[in-house]
T-cell receptor, first 113, second 111 residues
């Protein structure tokens, strides 16, 4: 069963703690993305990676970190430096080659209390 | 940096009516994509436009890419309750995998 998997679906953390969101894909896609979704603001790009061991900051990278050690995995860490971390986080991947359809995971809803 | 703007933010439509949502970029795009997100779901790809002036249709949906490749529109005719959701446009510059999304148009339908 091919696809992109995000876990967990819901995540609760205390303020000041770092938390890592998982994103795994078995589609053999090279490019992977992390977006944050807040009501009325659409999808804002946090980080993206075109190939293994390489990634670029998106529009709202401050307070976040990523790694891309394997093609299948692109975990996102929300650090304590992120001032307003409560949001819906979406991971996506795109096939190799020219930019084409993005496949999204089911998302992780992070609540920081 | 690249910005993709989308209007209107909300669209309340009577069932059977038509509506259009618009997408504008501050930079020339290599392509434009459209996605639909149902309430509680994740974005699902609808279509991609690549050529200047391109028009594509999917049943009641008509997608257009502007001549300057800086704007796009999605027109839905005879709106149905199944059209409820948020429609996003997304674009990237040439040779760049940075895919930027608009804020979306959230559509509600009155039966």
């Amino acid at each position: 069963d091919g696809g992109i998997t995000q876990s967990p679906k819901y995540l609760f953390r205390k303020e000041g703690q770092n938390v890592t969101l998982s994103c795994e894909q078995n589609l053999n896609h090279d490019a992977m993305y992390w977006y944050r979704q807040d009501p009325g603001q659409g999808l804002r790009l946090i980080y993206y990676s075109q190939i293994v061991n390489d990634f670029q900051k998106g529009d709202i990278a401050e307070g976040y970190s990523v790694s891309r050690e394997k093609k299948e995995s692109f975990p996102l860490t929300v650090t304590s430096a992120q001032k307003n971390p409560t949001a819906f986080y979406l991971c996506a991947s795109i096939p190799t080659g020219a930019l084409s359809e993005a496949f999204f995971g089911q998302g992780t809803r992070l609540t920081v209390v | 940096g690249q910005q993709v703007m989308q209007i209107p933010q909300y669209q309340h439509v009577q069932e059977g009516e038509d509506f259009t949502t618009y997408c504008n970029s501050s930079t020339t795009l290599s392509n434009i994509q459209w996605y639909k997100q149902r309430p509680g779901g994740h974005p699902v790809f609808l279509i991609q436009l690549v050529k200047s002036g391109e028009v594509k249709k999917q049943k009641r949906l008509t997608f257009q890419f502007g001549e300057a490749k800086k704007n796009s529109s999605l027109h839905i005719t005879a709106t149905q309750t199944t059209d409820v959701g948020t429609y996003f446009c997304a674009g990237a510059r040439s040779n760049d995998y940075k895919l930027s999304f608009g804020a979306g148009t959230t559509v509600t339908v009155r039966a």
